[in-house]
């Protein structure tokens, strides 16, 4: 017996392993509200629909009826049109080193961005990890260069 989708299974597919009742406080759905979609089956009203829709990132049409419009479906290069040339071009590079480079450039690229978007993230040994904070009565962390390793006899050279 091949069941059609209601709603209720489209939403539920939706939240994957959210919790219907707490995602539907956080988005300003009272218990009564969730409790009339999932037991009662019920559709929810078009204020709280527009809620669920925005906070799943589906449309309206497909929550009701599991069918897309063309209209609807979201478009890959939305953001470029935005764009200007330069700002364009800068994105189809990043695009196409995440789509073709090997994952150390990729993570160095990724490191870039962060440090200039100001994420106190560094990268070390191909892993991300979180700079260490100044403490005033312990000073700054200790930062061992290369060269470092090599004078006191602790790397190849010795």
């Not at 290069?77 to 150390?104: G, M, S, T, W, Y």
């Not at 990724?110 to 100001?118: S, V």
């Not at 100044?134 to 790397?155: A, D, F, L, T, W």
């Amino acid at each position: 017996m091949n069941k059609k989708k209601t709603f209720k299974d489209r939403l539920l597919e939706c939240l994957g392993n959210k919790k219907p009742y707490p995602w539907g406080k956080s988005i300003g759905l009272d218990d009564g509200i969730v409790n009339r979609m999932l037991r009662q089956e019920k559709l929810p009203r078009a204020e709280h629909l527009i809620l669920i829709s925005q906070d799943l990132g589906k449309s309206i049409n497909w929550l009701l009826t599991g069918k897309e419009h063309s209209l609807d479906e979201p478009d890959p290069n939305a953001c470029i049109i935005h764009c200007n040339k330069e700002e364009q071009n800068v994105v189809h590079k990043l695009v196409e080193i995440f789509r073709n480079d090997d994952e150390v450039h990729k993570i160095l690229v990724m490191h870039n961005i962060n440090t200039l978007c100001g994420d106190k993230l560094w990268i070390r040994e191909g892993r991300p990890e979180r700079r260490k904070k100044y403490i005033p009565h312990k000073g700054m962390p200790e930062r061992r260069s290369r060269q470092h390793v090599y004078e006191n006899g602790n790397g190849n050279g010795s």
